[in-house]
């Protein structure tokens, strides 16, 4: 159990870290009034990863699924420990990543996208409340200061990830949130690794951000 809520926790890690990569081109400004194409609820996530068999698949076999269901074969790569793999692939604006260790099973599907995502206020349209929360100001050494949201819902099994390269004062309703990570819902694993988040404060304007070392 420890081993799968580690893997967990490195692929929200990375996903985090995608978000924040997006932002460092070419502009690192963000406009909440800039023209986009209202996001429908059946355009924010995918039935095929609502559905994956979560920790029933080896990354062979999770090669093997993505071929079917996506008609792509993934790029594998072998990390520097050569232990853990990294599945990835692109279907039209989104990209799509696995991390899983070779002798485990398949626990989360990250999912990004950087043409035209959703916004926080369609997600907690599509979705609701969600159930826990993390907000934090992220630096970087040789650039902006990053504001970073995440909404994890666990009964679906979803966690959306936004950042903007600029200090907000306060969450903003307009802040896209450029990935998703699908993982099991209500899993023992994901419950655990919760323990380090904020229930939700009901309201978005009471969502607390923290420097993201002093949570």
Do not use: H
Not at 70 to 87: C, F, I, S
Not at 162 to 172: I, K, R, W
Not at 180 to 195: G, R
Request: charged share 20%; net charge negative.
């Amino acid at each position: 159990m420890r081993v799968q809520l580690f893997r967990l926790l490195v692929l929200l890690s990375m996903a985090s870290m995608v978000v924040s990569c997006v932002y460092l081109s070419p502009s690192p400004t963000f406009d909440p009034d800039a023209p986009r194409q209202p996001v429908e609820c059946s355009q924010t996530i995918e039935d095929a990863l609502l559905g994956f068999p979560f920790n029933q698949l080896s990354w062979q076999e999770a090669v093997q699924w993505v071929s079917k269901t996506y008609n792509v074969q993934p790029r594998v790569d072998l990390a520097a420990d050569e232990v853990t793999y990294y599945l990835r692939w692109e279907l039209g604006a989104r990209r799509y990543t696995i991390v899983v260790a070779a002798d485990e099973l398949v626990d989360g599907v990250a999912v990004s996208q950087e043409q035209n995502p959703p916004i926080v206020q369609e997600v907690l349209t599509c979705f609701g409340e969600p159930g826990f929360y993390e907000a934090f100001y992220d630096p970087t050494p040789d650039g902006p200061t990053y504001t970073t949201l995440q909404l994890w819902y666990p009964g679906r099994g979803l966690v959306f990830y936004g950042s903007v390269p600029s200090p907000l004062p306060a969450v903003d309703r307009r802040m896209p949130m450029r990935l998703v990570t699908y993982v099991e819902p209500n899993s023992e694993a994901n419950n655990e690794a919760l323990m380090s988040w904020r229930l939700w404060p009901g309201d978005l304007e009471k969502v607390v951000i923290n420097d993201r070392y002093k949570r």
